[in-house]
């Protein structure tokens, strides 16, 4: 018998018995940080369910795709499938473009009054209340944690042998007139740092977890491009410390050790071209 293809309208009741593949108690509906989303439509559901004789708890963020914007599946999945970096899990997805069925399930890191889940948004953030797992000794750590876990899981790749990748590179361009060391150091970039793209999960049943989200404009690229973004697009100055662990992290991660002096050089070189 054919599995039934879910579409994002029919996510209830049904979809999640059969996910969880027991009796489902409560299925609730809510949404995600409505104030400030804009292009995809992004549910979270609490679904309570009855399974071996037990009473269990899920917590999910289902998002669904406008034409065009379907492009963070593949991506999402390669990454999931081919390397450890930290990012929510992806339990399932469709992607049909031509049926306009695009949409992916996966845990819930998303909503921040959540009492197992941290959203790190501007507005919400307060050093007070920082999660006390592993609580940072400057702010700007928390946006280099996620990264320092990018980087170094995907530094290493050789990516001329990366089989079936997605994810784009983002290749020199001779107007701009980098450096060739510029480019050379090229691991998985997320494509548009801000305070929305960085979440923290504290689950007593799983590790603390820095996670990014949103990778549809992910690109293999030089890393200078998020820490820029970070020390002056979010104004999240990094500092020498907060660098020096960074470059620490991603040298236990991959084996490679990068001078913080062209690091440092590399951020300004990666300001001037984003226009920061």
């Not at 018995?17 to 509906?29: D, I, R, T, Y």
């Not at 009492?115 to 948004?121: D, I, K, S």
């Not at 820095?210 to 890393?223: H, K, M, Y």
């Not at 690091?263 to 070189?269: F, L, M, Y």
């Amino acid at each position: 018998m054919k599995k039934r293809q879910y579409r994002y309208e029919d996510l209830g009741p049904e979809y999640f018995a059969a996910l969880c593949g027991g009796q489902v108690l409560s299925c609730e509906k809510g949404g995600i940080h409505d104030e400030h989303q804009s292009s995809p439509t992004m549910t979270r559901w609490c679904v309570t369910y009855r399974k071996d004789g037990r009473r269990h708890v899920a917590s999910f963020v289902a998002k669904k795709f406008n034409p065009g914007h379907e492009g963070e599946i593949p991506i999402y999945c390669w990454l999931q499938e081919n390397t450890t970096v930290n990012m929510p899990t992806l339990i399932d997805f469709q992607n049909d473009p031509g049926n306009g069925n695009c949409w992916m399930l996966t845990e819930n890191c998303y909503n921040y009054k959540d009492h197992e889940y941290y959203y790190l948004n501007r507005f919400f953030f307060s050093g007070s209340v920082w999660p006390p797992a592993t609580e940072p000794t400057d702010p700007s750590e928390a946006f280099l944690r996620p990264l320092a876990d990018l980087h170094g899981k995907t530094l290493g790749i050789d990516w001329s042998d990366a089989r079936d990748c997605p994810i784009p590179f983002r290749e020199p361009d001779p107007s701009l007139n980098a450096p060739e060391w510029f480019w050379t150091d090229r691991a998985v970039i997320h494509g548009s740092m801000n305070f929305q793209e960085v979440g923290f999960r504290k689950h007593p049943e799983f590790p603390p977890m820095w996670c990014l989200f949103d990778w549809e404009t992910a690109r293999i690229g030089p890393i200078h491009f998020n820490l820029a973004q970070v020390h002056y697009g979010m104004s999240k100055a990094i500092t020498n410390e907060s660098l020096s662990w960074y470059l620490e992290e991603v040298d236990r991660l991959s084996g490679i050790r990068l001078e913080s002096g062209l690091v440092w050089d590399g951020i300004d070189i990666a300001r001037t071209i984003l226009g920061l």
